[in-house]
């Protein structure tokens, strides 16, 4: 908690392979967001990091903590392509 409030962070129950895979993912679309700064493509770069981020429970409604089981389950296996990977 900061200040009273809870912080986001990744989710804990997340197998470490998951957990490193989404990171990996994140850091590129990052890279990419940097890359597409004030160009058309930065939208979509910043779309993968917010899919990412979800994810890994960092972002996104509701909560981590907050979820059954099975929907956080469902959150974190959702497929979050690289940049440059084709759905």
Sequence with gaps: MIKGRRWRA???AIADERREELTRVLMAWRREV???H???DESAARAG???AKVALGERGQ???WEPCENKRRARWSTEV???GVAN
């Design 38 to 40: 004030g160009t058309a």
């Design 62 to 64: 509701p909560p981590w």
């Design 49 to 51: 990091v917010q899919a």
């Design 34 to 36: 940097r890359r597409t």
């Design 81 to 83: 392509p690289a940049p």
């Design 10 to 12: 990744t989710d804990p």
